[in-house]
Structure formats: structure tokens, C-alpha cells
């Protein structure tokens, strides 16, 4: 599986790619950060973010796309960019037909390090192991991109089969109509 993990940031953006699956070692295909200068407008910095993502997708031909799962923060400005960069990736996936899972910060964190709570340092630190680099990617928006990536191949097996339980239930549990007059 090759999951594209978008941090999604107004200024920043990271991006990485990550090729495996679950249990295996997984590999790095591509790392990175779509930048924008802070004194454009919102608009042609989200145009800017769009062309950036819409180039990593046709480079690196994902088949998943995890984005960070924006949450609330005490800064506004900072909440709406962030909504706003996240939205641009899931709309870049869409477009493609791509799948997108959405993941909270503390989830990637505790896939990736065991824990929720572990700070930008350990994230890098364990991605850097996980994938076998020899250093921590640089901005800490690009290695955030790459757990996002680690996060999903590692989650997508439990979540898929949850949401197959699901469904298998809704059908198990919804009475079949038969058309008037007929059996």
C-alpha cells in the first residue's frame, strides 16, 4: 500500500510517502513541504497548496491519502488555515478518486511512538527508525507527514474491518421489503 500523509499548514504543508504494509518493514518513497509566503493572500497561498499536493499525487500515484484531522486550538488564524490547507488535500484525493482517512494528532503519535502525548521530537526520532533514514526529515512538517503515512498503513487493516463489521450489521439488522402482493 502507498499512503500520501499530508500536515496540512497554510505556511507549510508537509508531505511524505510511505510504501508497505502492516507487519513489514515499511519505505519511504518521498518526503517534503509545499511552502507558501506568508504575506500572499489566503486564497492564491490555497492555489499555491492545491498545486503543490497535485503534484506529489501525480508523481507518487497513492492509493490512500491521510490527512491530519484538524483539531481545536486557542489561536483562530492558526485553526483556519490549517482547516483550509486540510480541505485543498482532500479535495486534490477526491478529485482522483482516492480514499482519505483522517487521523488526530494523538493518534498518529500514539502509532507511531506508543504514545499520544509524545512531543515533535520523539515523532521525528521514531519515524527516522521506523524508516530507516538516517536522519530526522526537516521541517518537523515533513516528518509529521510521514507518521501520518505510518499511521495509516498501520491502522487501515483494523479500521477496514471494523467498517465491514459495520456494515455486515446494518444488513443483518435491516428487515427485507417485499413489494406488495409479491413473497
Known amino acids: 500500500m502507498k499512503v500520501l500523509g499530508v ?31 506568508a504575506d500572499a493572500d489566503v486564497a492564491h497561498r490555497l492555489v499555491l497548496i492545491e498545486r503543490g499536493i497535485d503534484e506529489w499525487l501525480d508523481t507518487h500515484r497513492p492509493e490512500f491519502v491521510a490527512v491530519e484531522r484538524v483539531f481545536s486550538q486557542h489561536n483562530v488564524r492558526t485553526v483556519m488555515g490549517t482547516a483550509q490547507a486540510s480541505a ?20 498518529v503519535k500514539a502509532a507511531v511512538t506508543g504514545s499520544g502525548r509524545a512531543d515533535k521530537a520523539q515523532v521525528g526520532a521514531m519515524v527516522t527508525r521506523l524508516l530507516r533514514l538516517d536522519a530526522p526529515p526537516k521541517p518537523a512538517d515533513a516528518a509529521d507527514a510521514l507518521a501520518l503515512a505510518i499511521c495509516h498503513i498501520w491502522r487501515a487493516p483494523a479500521v477496514n474491518r471494523l467498517q465491514q463489521a459495520h456494515a455486515a450489521a446494518r444488513r443483518a439488522s435491516v428487515p427485507v421489503r417485499t413489494l406488495k402482493g409479491t413473497r
Open 88 to 107: 485543498v488535500a482532500m479535495l486534490c484525493a477526491a478529485r482522483r478518486g482516492l480514499p482519505v482517512a483522517l487521523h488526530t494528532p494523538s493518534e
Open 7 to 37: 500536515d496540512p499548514g497554510l505556511t507549510r504543508c508537509g508531505v511524505g510517502v510511505v510504501e508497505g504494509v502492516a507487519g513489514r518493514p515499511l519505505a519511504m518513497v518521498g518526503v517534503g513541504v509545499v511552502r507558501t509566503p
